[in-house]
């Protein structure tokens, strides 16, 4: 069953992928947020044009020709792009085979912890504490992420004193069975974050992600080496080479990849599979209520090596406006701290055809001029 159209609907956060085989069966995928009215131009330029005309199951091939195609541009774009084909015909297929994605890789539906995760740091550690206690009295959530430092802050913090005030605050509001988890955003040189590291194992924290520049390698494997916290990374990384030699070296405990950032969910299957044979679990970033949130939903319930919970955005529409309005149907619902993979077919979502409307629109068909 060949590819015959690539369609994509875009706005500057969000661009959705349709995806039409001859046979007229579709599905529905998305590209990464953020500039993603550029990306949507990667697709057509870099993408369709190898994927038109092609067998619309075989997922693997067009992930693995594509980046060869394209062998000068092996960078993020590309693979944003291509992230927006694969998810597509995952969608379709399991349309026209009645399964969710989770059980075309291997998994089931299901529940899944999730952890609330806060992306703020334009916010007192009170407020912060306040806000977060009373996301647990209304969800249950019983894991909790914040920010501390300054994203690529060079051992700066938000303000002065911010981080050693939250910290031991966070702590002190909730329970010694609820989790907390923090994020540097590549804030710290390995001699600080390692300071820092241990300031945090002494308040209970569990998880340290991204404490160091996301690139220098080297510099966060001295600070998992140095720390028993849990450290955290890969998100940004969407090389496949790149991710083996992060897992070859032990960078991290915990590998972090982003379906979307990555170039969807044959590539990111196979991060997760590198990492299980060397016996690291995968807690995927998913920092938004776009698609990537349920991408990982899918991921989580599929592979053998599945951390803790899912990453579960708090933020409302004062920081993320445009993550509003995205779908008819929700897939989001938190119940006693956990989200659900349902049994519908596919992704399981119908796009808002409001926000479909407004949307600018651009496709490539096969054997079009």
């Known amino acids: 069953m060949k590819?015959?159209?690539?369609?994509?609907?875009t706005n500057e956060f969000v661009c959705f992928v349709r995806v039409t085989s001859e046979t007229g069966a579709q599905g529905w995928g998305q590209v990464a947020p953020y500039y993603a009215d550029i990306?949507?131009?990667?697709v057509h330029r870099q993408v369709a044009p190898y994927a038109l005309g092609q067998d619309a199951f075989d997922i693997a091939h067009l992930m693995q020709i594509i980046p060869?195609?394209?062998?000068?541009?092996?960078?993020?774009?590309l693979r944003r792009a291509m992230g927006g084909l694969d998810t597509a015909l995952y969608d379709l297929r399991g349309k026209l085979e009645g399964k969710p994605v989770c059980e075309l890789l291997g998994g089931t539906p299901g529940k899944i912890r999730a952890y609330a995760s806060s992306m703020k740091r334009d916010i007192t550690p009170q407020a912060e504490a306040k806000r977060l206690k009373k996301l647990q009295d209304q969800f249950g959530f019983d894991a909790f992420k914040f920010r501390i430092g300054s994203e690529c802050g060079h051992d700066r913090d938000e303000w002065p004193g911010r981080t050693e005030e939250i910290v031991p605050l966070i702590r002190k509001t909730f329970a010694d069975d609820?989790?907390?988890l923090v994020d540097a955003n590549s804030c710290y040189s390995p001699a600080k974050a390692i300071e820092i590291g241990r300031f945090l194992e002494d308040n209970g924290i569990s998880h340290y992600e991204e404490p160091c520049p996301y690139?220098?390698?080297?510099?966060t494997r001295q600070v998992t080496e140095a720390l028993d916290i849990d450290v955290t990374g890969g998100?940004?990384?969407c090389s496949l080479v790149d991710w083996q030699r992060m897992i070859d070296g032990r960078v991290v405990d915990i590998i972090q990849p982003d379906v979307c950032y990555l170039g969807g969910m044959w590539r990111t299957m196979k991060v997760a599979e590198m990492a299980h044979a060397a016996g690291i679990p995968c807690t995927p970033h998913a920092a938004n209520w776009s698609l990537v949130t349920l991408f990982t939903m899918h991921l989580l319930r599929a592979i053998p090596n599945?951390?803790?919970?899912l990453e579960f955005s708090i933020e409302e529409a004062d920081y993320y406006p445009w993550q509003y309005g995205l779908f008819s149907n929700s897939p989001y619902d938190i119940v006693d701290g956990h989200a659900t993979v349902t049994d519908a077919p596919g992704w399981g979502i119908e796009i808002n055809p409001d926000w479909l409307a407004r949307s600018s629109y651009r496709i490539s068909e096969l054997g079009a001029k």
């Not at 599945?306 to 919970?309: D, E, L």
């Open 3 to 9: 590819i015959k159209a690539i369609e994509t609907f």
């Open 39 to 42: 990306t949507a131009q990667v």
């Open 68 to 77: 060869e195609r394209e062998h000068k541009f092996p960078g993020s774009y």
């Open 178 to 180: 609820t989790s907390l």
């Open 215 to 219: 690139w220098h390698y080297d510099q």
């Open 235 to 237: 998100e940004q990384d």
């Open 306 to 309: 599945p951390g803790k919970y």
